[in-house]
């Protein structure tokens, strides 16, 4: 016999800790920085157009576009549904470091100065904004 797994979305634990997450999500720091990492993913995917890509770099800019997009859709979660989104928080630091590597490795070294460098400063703005966007997550699982 097949015995039925309990439903945890409606235990209260599970409902006072997504309340609790949203709460501290809230506040101004995280709002800003929501907001900052919207524009960031933005940024990226606009990038190759922005710094004016070589046409020999397409695919850095098909991927540098499906990267800003993922940037952006991760942090408009966050600021529209952190209680159900924080677990996915580490994702803008994974991003933002495959982005930094991108232009080596998609490109294998081949990518103009402009790219790289765009890259690696929209890479480490996406770390250091997704860094702080993992912040309310630990603060709330303290409480």
Known sequence: ??????????HP?????????????????ARITDGVLVLAGLYLALSP??????PFEGNLSVNNFICGIAVAVLAGGFAVAYGRTHGLA???????LWTIFAPFVVQRGYASGGAIASNVVI?????????????????AGRR
């Open 1 to 10: 016999m097949v015995r039925p797994i309990a439903d945890l979305a409606g």
């Open 49 to 54: 157009w922005v710094v004016g890509f070589t």
């Open 90 to 96: 580490w994702l803008p630091v994974a991003i933002g």
């Open 13 to 29: 634990d599970i409902a006072e800790l997504r309340a609790r997450y949203d709460q501290v999500a809230e506040t101004p720091a």
């Open 123 to 139: 890479g480490i703005v996406t770390i250091g904004l997704g860094l702080v966007a993992m912040r309310p997550g630990m603060v």
